[in-house]
């Protein structure tokens, strides 16, 4: 079945230390999405690929950056953790246009020590 | 600026009972609208989506949502609530600033009682 996968699905590092969340996708969709939610909460786009093209949302931390190699792959990296980064980070997928259905992988549940 | 509102943070049923989800939002575009589910630990899941046409919309397990354009309104409906909807409700518009990305709602978490 055509899917969002994300490794790991549960995340634990320790304050300061670089941590990398993966995303991959069979879909063959050209949009992908990074997601922080926290609990209770909707989820709050950090940003978003439309092919090679990267968008950044305006109030995403600088701690937060990402890189997507190929169709398939889409890595988040935060830099520096805080305790306030502790969150469910989801990966989802999308073709172009504002009609389209977003397919949210499982999430990655990240804890910092 | 663009805004989704859902009234009621946490909504309880009976089992059998109808669940009626609120939803509203703002919109300068013609609204394109979604409700997505999450269940624990779980990616959101589209339940439904309108763009165009007929405004009565059927979705997944049951569940439809009905557009009316005159009172900014996309409230999510079922007749007969299972224990297995228990989850959390998200609705989006599609955001004007680009056509890409959505604006969700805050959320609406329904339990279901025995």
Redesign the interface.
Known sequence: DAM?IQNPRYQVTQFGKPVTLSCSQTLNHN?MYWYQQKS????K?LF?Y?DKDF?NEADTPDNFQSRRPNTSFCFLDIRSPGLGDAAMY?C?T?D????????????T?LLVL | AQSVTQLGSHVSVSEGALVLLRCNYSSSVPPYLFWYVQYPNQGLQLLLKYTTGATLVKGINGFEAEFKKSETSFHLTKPSAHMSDAAEYFCAVRAETSYDKVIFGPGTSLSVIP
């Open positions: 969002v949009v209770s909460q909707a989820p786009l978003h439309y968008n989801l989802a999308s172009s246009g504002g009609a389209k259905t977003q397919y949210f992988g499982p999430g549940r």
